[in-house]
């Protein structure tokens, strides 16, 4: 057999040509280096996988660690000297100072290049460094989470390891207010049901709750040490980027026909938090594979907008000094060696480009950044990145999230309306009373008061306990002692868990998977009706005279984003009475309950105040219609055509001259100082957009109660759009309004970039705020890039979430908020905030404060370079057009460093003009002119001293005092010393201070600044 095998490959050996032989000798050489090239630097091939329980999974998985850094040991150096040297100024020098090894062209010692130059290199690369280290050091905080993985072992049934050492196909129990450290598969909850409740806020936006189900098969073992005693194997799709599906199957390998499908509801995402009891998971993506970490974006290294406007104007004065050197070189001649002299003019001319400029500019950034930090009315503000502290004051647009940064997920009920009257938040007591009465009195039948004129008394009594019966809302009891030693459960009152009431030795929250119902029962409980129990075919209310009233549920109809309400159907069973409760949006109850001339104005009140408003109706049914409603319901659920339909059909029926009970009025309570912080950002010019990924109600009654939207302004609801028709006639439509903010959803969002992307974002930025609903953390991103796209302005980017990472990376100033979930916003920001309402300082303040400093330095800076290129043309003409240095060696550095901390031709003409009899002492005189001018101009700027000013000119006045007579081999010391060297100083510095101050003076006088006709 094997000869066979031998003897046929030789066949085919001996058919091939000699090319080919050649091509299949390199070929497999050049594939290597290819597969090598692409396993180290490519990007990893994600694969789907299957997990065995309870074992080690095989295959290469990432580790399970958070990475925001920009570098590593490797790429650091290189990097950092590529970030620099890519922008002109720092290469120019570069160059510069490399010719000075060249002995013909050098024209000055080295260190009068190379000092300047390995300094800014120096500062930048420590700055880096640093930043780069707190990066590290924030992502090993999250990285060493501790996380319990459970053990195959009875007498340790888990041990506590760090979040980074989790792999695929660890066992881990996540306890209630923990954040999930891995994307995981749920196995078993606390509940008998399977069910947890998880908050989603830090991963997609939304305050909602949701419900997780564990995998039906495992939540029935015993133990959770029974999980390892099963052979079971979990199927999970390659890792994806939406975190709102899920493809996967769980598979019983030692029992026939137990295939479980898996889905979303069987997931716990990275950076969920359990908001209830205790979940147990298998690890099925860790690190960079998780959901979270897909839908960030690498971090980059960002460049200030004045950053490249200097390397813009470098790139004009190289010109400016190539052009000088060339009319030198015209007047000189092109003979001889022409080449080397213009090189050397070009050398002696580059003091146009000051390389002090970069050093001032990088000393001034690391200041700017250490009185950010410092800044009393803003505690807790850390600046992550050191480089673009002036971004901060050339924002043109903001881009905020809103869950947790303009709100703090606390939903409040604050005002109750009946028709007749309107209750508020200082009028809840007198209802209270008035309810107590109701229940005391010991009717609660409704039915006889039907027929005749219900009392205000009577009204109060429905309108709450329709609000006490007609949700989802669970209590969850936990021992006290526990909840108060746990890691702060009953302080956080996040989300939905808002409520938590003490009896005896137990506390009692709510869960619910919207945060509005739990504010609505909370308040009843409040106002003396609590919710006591429920489970899922009965409810049980407290009374305010203490007597417990039990209700059996016999339909439950959800909210859905179509139908926009939420049906329940009770039994009393003290009165035998059947009631169908229905509470939802105006716009779809207002069809449904009976005609009343105050529901439309009162919802419209409401609605500008910014509360989210819902109407309350109640039908009694009898014991005939409910038993007709239930067969055709059942017959409808049966069927297998048009299913969604005819149920619908079947409860519309029931939705018919209902009776209006109430409108409520829920406040999602704003962080501190959010209006006032929002309105000063809009005078100061700065457009304010609103990425949510909420719905689309709750991110319009914020931005109307937040003063996003003023209440001048209109609201235009851009319609969902599908097709590219829709997307044109909605874009019409809007283009038609005036002085009008823009509501969309993501989805239509979706659609009109792909179509009209130039005409929705000219449409988009012209308007005066835009709010963007059911926004992904991509879109967050895309969106924030298109801005930048289309108007060429700086944006910053403020979020508190994982969500927002995205955004904040993108913008050109990323500011993270630290929310109470997390802190992946805040450690991925360049600049790091306690609370939203420090914007204000931080843009308008500082970011102003470090923009005017640096672009008056950058000035200041390069006038002094053009005063001493200036100077030195001056000296060249002179002297027969001679190329050598004016000043030498250690003067050069000095004057761009330690003597000077603005006009000049007067300087050296003067020093030529006046004392032409001694040209010997030229250096003397027109250098000690130049520095006392420099000084004195300086101080003529300033219009508030700080003694520090006053020390630093003292010092740079000392400092060249001192090298006068230190270096001898520059000043004649005798020289110095004569009344001719002061006089002659102080006339050349005179002449040349005066003519500007004077017209300093009349321009202050005849046009005074806009800011002085304030005072």
Request: aromatic share 10%; glycine share 6%; proline share 3%.
């Amino acid at each position: 057999m094997d000869n066979l095998e031998t003897q046929s490959n030789l066949t085919k050996t001996s058919k091939e040509d000699i090319p080919l032989i050649t091509k299949s000798y390199k070929e497999p050489l050049w594939s290597c280096w290819c597969s090598v090239f692409r396993k180290c630097c490519g990007p990893r091939e994600l694969k789907p996988r299957k997990i065995m329980l309870g074992s080690q999974t095989p295959g290469q998985f990432p580790a399970n660690a958070i990475r925001n850094q920009k570098y590593n040991i490797i790429t650091f150096l290189p990097l950092v000297l590529y970030q620099q040297f890519k922008f002109f100024l720092n290469l120019y020098f570069l160059i510069m100072a490399t010719s000075q090894f060249v002995p013909d062209i050098r024209i000055s010692y080295l260190y009068t290049y190379w000092i300047p130059l390995c300094f800014v290199l120096t500062v930048t690369i420590c700055r880096e460094a640093i930043d780069d280290l707190r990066r590290y050091k924030r992502d090993q905080e999250v990285n060493n989470q501790k996380c319990k993985r459970l053990l195959n072992d009875r007498n340790k049934p888990f041990e506590i390891v760090a979040a980074h050492k989790l792999r695929v196909g660890d066992l881990i129990i996540v306890d209630k207010d923990e954040r999930v450290p891995a994307d995981l598969v749920l196995l078993r909850t606390s509940e008998s049901s399977g069910a947890v409740f998880v908050r989603t806020d830090q991963l997609d936006g939304e305050t909602d709750w949701k419900l997780r189900l564990a995998v039906p098969t495992t939540q029935k073992l015993a133990t959770d040490h029974q999980l390892f005693e099963i052979s079971a194997r979990i199927y999970a799709e390659k890792p994806q980027k939406d975190i709102h599906s899920f493809i996967g199957t769980f598979s019983r390998l030692d029992s026939l026909n137990s295939d479980e499908s898996l889905d979303l509801e069987n997931t716990l995402w990275t950076n969920c938090v359990i908001a209830s009891g205790q979940a147990l998971g298998v690890v099925i993506y860790t690190g960079p594979e998780t959901r979270s970490v897909m839908n960030n974006s690498a971090p980059r290294s960002k460049v200030g907008l004045l950053d490249i406007e200097v390397n813009t104007i470098t790139k004009l004065l190289f010109v400016a000094v190539i052009a000088l050197a060339l009319i030198m070189m015209a007047l000189k001649g092109f003979g001889g060696p022409w080449y080397r002299y213009l090189f050397r003019f070009i050398l002696l001319f580059s003091y146009i480009i000051p390389i002090s400029l970069r050093v001032n500019l990088e000393l001034g950034k690391s200041f700017y950044s250490w009185a950010i930090g410092k800044d009393p009315s803003m505690t807790g503000t850390a600046v992550r990145c050191t480089t673009i502290p002036e971004e901060l004051g050339r924002i043109s647009y903001l881009l905020s999230d809103k869950t947790g940064t303009l709100t703090q997920n606390s939903m409040v009920l604050k005002r109750l309306h009946l028709g007749t009257v309107n209750y508020a938040a200082d009028s809840f007591e007198e209802l209270s009373t008035i309810l107590k009465s109701t229940y005391l009195g010991g009717d609660t039948s409704t039915s006889n008061k039907t027929k005749f004129r219900r009392t205000e008394n009577t009204r109060i009594r429905d309108a709450v306990q329709a609000l006490a019966l007609c949700h989802n809302v669970t209590p969850v009891y936990e021992s006290s002692e526990n909840s108060e030693t746990d890691s702060g459960s009953i302080a956080s009152e996040t989300e939905a868990d808002q409520h938590l009431q003490v009896t005896g030795k137990q506390v009692v929250s709510y869960q619910a998977s919207s945060p509005d119902e739990v504010a609505l029962v909370q308040w009843t409980q409040e106002v003396g009706l609590a919710l006591s129990r429920r489970d899922l075919s009965s409810m049980q209310l407290r009374g305010p005279d203490g007597r417990l009233y039990n209700y059996t549920i016999l339909q439950v109809f959800p909210f859905t984003s179509e139908t926009k309400r939420m049906g329940v159907i009770v039994k009393d069973l003290q009165t035998g009475e059947i009631f169908f409760y229905l509470k939802g949006a105006d716009v779809v109850m207002s069809p449904i309950v009976q005609y009343t001339d105050w529901l439309d104005e009162e919802v419209g009140n409401m609605a500008r105040d910014g509360l989210r408003t819902l109407v309350v109706a109640r039908k009694i049914l009898t014991e005939e219609q409910y038993l007709d409603f239930e067969s055709r319901y059942n017959a409808a659920r049966l069927s297998v055509t048009d299913r969604v339909a005819r149920v619908a059909q079947v409860v519309e029926s029931l939705e018919r001259e209902m009776e209006l009970l109430c409108i409520t009025g829920v406040e999602d309570k704003l962080q501190d100082n959010v209006r006032p912080t929002l309105e000063l950002l809009r005078n100061a010019g700065i457009k304010i957009w609103m990425l949510t990924g909420d719905k689309l109600e709750t991110a319009t009654c914020i931005a109307k109660s937040s003063r996003l939207v003023s209440r001048t302004q209109g609201l235009h609801i851009l319609k969902k759009v599908v097709t590219r028709t829709d997307a044109h006639l909605e874009l019409n439509n809007f283009r038609r309004k005036q002085d009008c903010a823009l509501v969309i959803s993501g989805e239509s969002l979706e659609v009109c970039l792909s179509y009209y992307q130039q005409e929705f974002m000219e449409l988009a930025t012209a308007a005066p705020a835009v709010v963007c609903c059911r926004c992904s953390p991509t879109q967050k991103a895309q969106v924030v890039q298109l801005i930048q796209k289309h108007t060429g302005k700086r944006t910053a980017a403020v979020g508190d979430g994982g969500n927002d990472v995205s955004m904040i990376q993108q913008a050109d100033a990323g500011i993270g908020i630290e929310g109470r979930e997390g802190k992946q916003a805040s450690l991925a920001g360049d600049f790091s905030i306690p609370q939203f309402s420090h914007l204000a300082n931080l843009l308008l303040v500082h970011g102003r404060r470090s923009y005017k400093r640096s672009a008056s330095l950058a000035q200041f800076v390069i006038h002094r370079g053009l005063i001493i290129s200036t100077m030195q043309a001056v000296f060249s003409s002179v002297f027969y057009l001679s190329s050598v240095a004016l000043y030498q060696g250690f003067l050069t550095v000095g004057y761009a460093t330690v003597y000077t901390m603005f006009p000049g031709g007067v300087i050296m003409y003067g020093a030529l003009l006046l004392f032409e009899d001694e040209f010997i002492h030229i250096v003397a005189i027109s250098f000690s002119s130049l520095i006392l001018t420099e000084l004195i101009m300086v101080a003529l700027n300033i219009r508030t001293w700080h003694y520090l000013m006053i020390l630093a000119e003292l010092i740079s006045l000392v400092l060249y005092l001192l090298s006068l007579i230190i270096l001898h081999d520059y000043f004649d010391s005798e020289f110095i010393q004569t009344e001719d060297f002061i006089w002659k100083v102080l006339v050349i510095t005179l002449v040349s201070c005066l003519p500007l101050y004077i017209l300093k003076f009349l321009r202050k006088k005849f046009s005074p600044p806009s800011y002085s006709k304030l005072s």
